[in-house]
């Protein structure tokens, strides 16, 4: 079965910095691409980051220069360093991975930039 949960949301001011993780379960983790989505009040849910097995990287022009997004293949972890941040990244951000052509999710976690 495939888990993934996600930590370190929380409340920063304007230009301030978090870094969330996602651990994730039940797949073989280096073979899959990770992605990072956020969901803001009223809106639909946006692709972040995207990162491959092998560490390619794709952001949105949104949070391109100031997010960054890593993984670590053997304790199967992926991180969404987020940097220089300003209200409208207030979201709940979700990680997220493709098996067998069904997607799964983790229960995401809120982060709040005050401005």
């Known amino acids: 079965q495939v888990h993934l949960r996600e930590s370190g949301g929380g409340r920063v001011p304007a230009g301030g910095s978090l870094r969330l993780s996602c651990t994730v379960s039940?797949?073989?983790?280096?073979?899959?691409?990770m992605h990072w989505h956020r969901q803001a009040p009223g809106k639909q849910r946006e692709l972040v980051a995207s990162i491959t097995g092998g560490g390619g990287r794709n952001y949105s022009d949104s949070v391109k220069d100031r997010f960054s997004i890593s993984r670590d293949n053997v304790w199967n972890k992926v991180y969404l360093q987020m940097s220089s941040l300003k209200p409208e990244d207030t979201a709940v951000y979700y990680c997220?991975?493709?098996?067998?052509?069904?997607?799964?999710w983790g229960q995401g976690t809120q982060v709040t930039v005050s401005p």
């Open positions: 997220n991975t493709i098996r067998g052509g069904l997607n799964y």
């Open positions: 039940g797949i073989n983790f280096r073979l899959h691409p």
